[in-house]
């Protein structure tokens, strides 16, 4: 042990009652190769060695519980198949208890004493009908008193293997415990200055490490939980931060100084309407970014229909105005054909050329388009993420805009910053689907934000509704009369790969039936999937747009960015399928224009418990932001797209949906470092300097973006 100056970095063999053997059953089952990743292993919870449960309170499938009585029997019992089992009672004030062992009842024939009054401890099921502890851990009352200091006992994730070779939690918490006691100040140097401790009322880190695993009381568990939430978090804001300021040294972008003829020939005679303050507060931001030699890197956050697209198109005109080219982004062929049509349309009689460029453009057209880029003929593209191929290579792109941000991976997003030579384009992200505030300082810390958080006058709040089956002659009315009003209806079907087939024929039934309500002699209905030709695609959507058919019988195609203001009803249908920010996505395709809009979502009667909150939440309200919130509480992060590769969200003890306060003191302190002693190099910043290096060393990967 000597030789190990680090005290944490010692292989875990080396620990006093493992051995090689043990070792390498942690390394295998726990992925623990040190003393420091023993003691950052923390508990998932506790045992309140202070309660003990009645038999006549517990239930079957509760918890695990601990009681207190005397063992009335013990006794080996044949069964079928010549499996035999040892089933005991236990007895305590209110009742008897059933207390049954599979396998290891032998052993405990020698040590159980029939008559002694025992702690018992397990989870309560049911078996042969009767309340029963399966398995419970027996323990003496005489020999358990002797420890009276215990209050929690700390439970550890573990695995069969563990137990089988004998590291069970009772041994693991003696492991721990004599590890945790022989620590030193010394061995675990602080990484937390003094004063942010003092000012954030945070325990030592020594202190946070032993009450973590053996707190005395609930208030030691607190401290010690916190501090090590806020240690997580503060040290992904410094690498997010860190990593920003080393990008914009590294990066060098051309400053656009100059507003020039396209801005203000497109401000003054070409828009359609007056900015609202919100896009007019993002626009002064974008260009006061645009304005500098580093590198803009902003997202852009507005609900659905909030006008982010204008404000992209400003950004543009802009760039234009500084002799450099642009380029747009977005997600899906469909979301791409429309931003460059209306970008087109917008742009109308002034000099700008404007071209599309997805995978679907091919052959002789492409050619040219990619000749024309490298030599400067066209100004803007828009287009899919084929944009990023090697292939496209402009001759002097100076922004870069990427709607729907959250589809696209960090490293999408990196890989336009290489598209020139000698100076990376300005960088303006874009999301629909708004990020709740915690998740966006995790994935996005290194960016700035801008927030569109008001919507363009004369909209109407659109009305949501949850109708089941049997509400349907109600809802064929309602269609009949919004159309008889000359508007138009979307009708939205699930699609999911793994029930593709299924999901298809309901869509083709659904579209079958309306048939019946709304005959062709008099109707026409729109149907598109993404099984269909991109052609055939195009044509219904076409029709739809140009009010050609007044249903639009679709997959989730729709969802993203479609804008057809005429529409006002949206129906959902098994509304119980889709996630929360999907449903709130297509929502987002009514209400476009100036009429009331409806959102009907219709399920079946069976419900769970999550997609009932999902639909209580749609109707509850119309806030982007709120149903961000409500969706990572009921989902997690990790299911939220586009998050999962990023390593940024590993956290041991973070909860994105509730621990919002320490995250923002750990980002806000983070800032304030970062801005007064970027380099760490100020005394008071020595530990926060020294564990960095410490992290650097131990993640080759602690700064993503400075691969090259
Ligand atoms: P999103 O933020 O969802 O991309 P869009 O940019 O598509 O929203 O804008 C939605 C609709 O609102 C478009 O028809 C657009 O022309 C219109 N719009 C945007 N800004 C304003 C405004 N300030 N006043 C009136 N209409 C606006
Ligand atoms: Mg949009």
Not at 180 to 186: A, R, S, V
Not at 307 to 336: F, H, R, W, Y
Not at 457 to 465: A, D, S
Not at 471 to 493: D, L, N, T
Request: glycine fraction near 6%.
């Amino acid at each position: 042990m000597a030789n190990y100056e680090d005290k944490l970095e010692l292989p875990i063999e080396y620990v006093k009652g493992i051995g090689p053997a043990k070792g390498e059953t942690f390394r295998k089952e726990l992925n623990i190769h040190t003393v420091y990743d023993l003691i950052h292993s923390f508990p998932f919870r506790y045992v309140d060695r202070t309660k003990f449960h009645l038999v006549s309170e517990v239930r079957e499938d509760s918890d695990f519980v601990q009681l207190k009585g005397r063992l009335l029997k013990f006794e080996k019992i044949k069964g079928k198949n010549n499996r035999s089992r040892h089933q005991g009672v236990l007895q305590d004030s209110s009742g008897f208890l059933e207390l049954v062992w599979f396998q290891g009842g032998n052993w405990l024939e020698k040590i159980l004493q029939v008559g002694e009054a025992y702690i018992v401890f397990g989870k309560i099921t049911e078996f042969n009908g009767k309340k029963t502890m399966a398995h419970p851990e027996m323990e003496l009352l005489s020999d358990a008193i002797q420890i009276a200091s215990r209050t929690f006992d700390p439970v550890y994730s573990s695995t069969e293997k563990m137990n089988a070779k004998g590291l069970d939690q009772k041994v693991r918490r003696k492991i721990n415990r004599s590890i945790l006691d022989g620590l030193q100040p010394q061995d675990v140097p602080e990484n937390i200055p003094d004063y942010m401790l003092q000012k954030l009322r945070l325990c030592s880190r020594l202190s946070a490490l032993q009450w973590i695993h053996f707190p005395e009381n609930e208030a030691q568990k607190v401290a010690a939980i916190n501090r090590i939430k806020f240690e997580e978090f503060f040290y992904v804001q410094m690498r997010l931060l860190q990593g920003k300021i080393l990008r914009k040294q590294k990066f060098r972008s051309l400053p656009f100084t100059l507003v020039g003829d396209n801005f203000h020939r497109f401000y003054k005679d070409k828009m359609q309407f007056d900015l609202t303050n919100a896009q007019k507060r993002v626009v002064r931001e974008i260009r006061a970014d645009l304005a500098q030699a580093t590198q803009m890197n902003r997202l852009l956050q507005g609900d659905v229909g909030s006008g982010k697209t204008i404000v992209a198109l400003l950004s543009m005109l802009l760039a234009l105005d500084n002799g450099v080219q642009c380029c747009m982004m977005a997600p899906t062929e469909i979301l791409a054909q429309q931003h460059f049509e209306s970008i087109q349309k917008a742009l109308d009689g002034m000099d700008i050329q404007v071209a599309f460029l997805t995978g679907s453009v091919k052959g002789k057209k492409r050619q040219q388009i990619l000749e024309d880029l490298s030599n400067g003929l066209i100004h803007i593209i828009i287009g899919t993420h084929a944009l990023i191929e090697d292939t496209v290579v402009f001759k002097n792109l100076g922004l870069a805009i990427v709607d729907e941000q959250h589809r696209f991976g960090v490293a999408q997003r990196a890989s336009l910053w290489y598209k020139n030579g000698s100076f990376v384009p300005h960088i303006l992200v874009m999301t629909a689907t708004p990020i709740p505030r915690t998740l966006a300082m995790t994935l996005y810390g290194d960016l700035d934000v801008s927030i569109i958080d008001e919507l363009p006058p004369g909209r109407k709040e659109i009305q949501t509704l949850h109708k089941y089956e049997t509400a349907r002659p109600q809802v064929i009315a309602f269609m009949h009369q919004e159309i008889a009003k000359g508007r138009q209806i979307y009708v939205v079907y699930p699609l999911i790969e793994e029930s593709e087939k299924l999901d298809l024929q309901n869509l083709q039934d659904g579209y079958e039936r309306l048939l019946q309500y709304f005959p062709l002699e008099e109707y026409q209905i729109s149907i598109v999937h993404g099984r269909m030709h991109a052609k055939d695609k195009d044509m219904e959507m076409q029709r739809f747009v140009n009010k050609t058919t007044q249903i639009m019988v679709a997959t989730t195609v729709i969802e993203v960015g479609v804008n057809v203001p005429n529409a006002s009803v949206m129906i959902i249908e098994n509304a119980e399928r889709f996630g929360l920010s999907q449903l709130h996505q297509l929502r987002g395709r009514v209400g476009r224009g100036a009429d009331q809009s409806y959102c009907i979502l219709m399920s079946g009667y069976k419900l769970s418990k999550e997609s009932r909150e999902r639909i209580a939440t749609m109707v509850r309200t119309n806030n982007g932001f709120e149903i961000a919130e409500a969706d990572l509480r009921l989902r997690g992060p990790g299911d939220i797209q586009g998050t999962q590769q990023s390593g940024l969200l590993d956290f041991k003890l973070l909860e994105l949906s509730k621990d919002r306060p320490i995250m923002d003191a750990a980002r806000n302190i983070a800032l304030r470092i970062m801005e007064n002693d970027p380099k760490l190099e100020r005394d008071i910043h020595q530990p926060i300097q020294q564990h960095v290096a410490k992290l650097m060393k131990k993640n080759k990967n602690w700064n993503v973006y400075m691969r090259s």
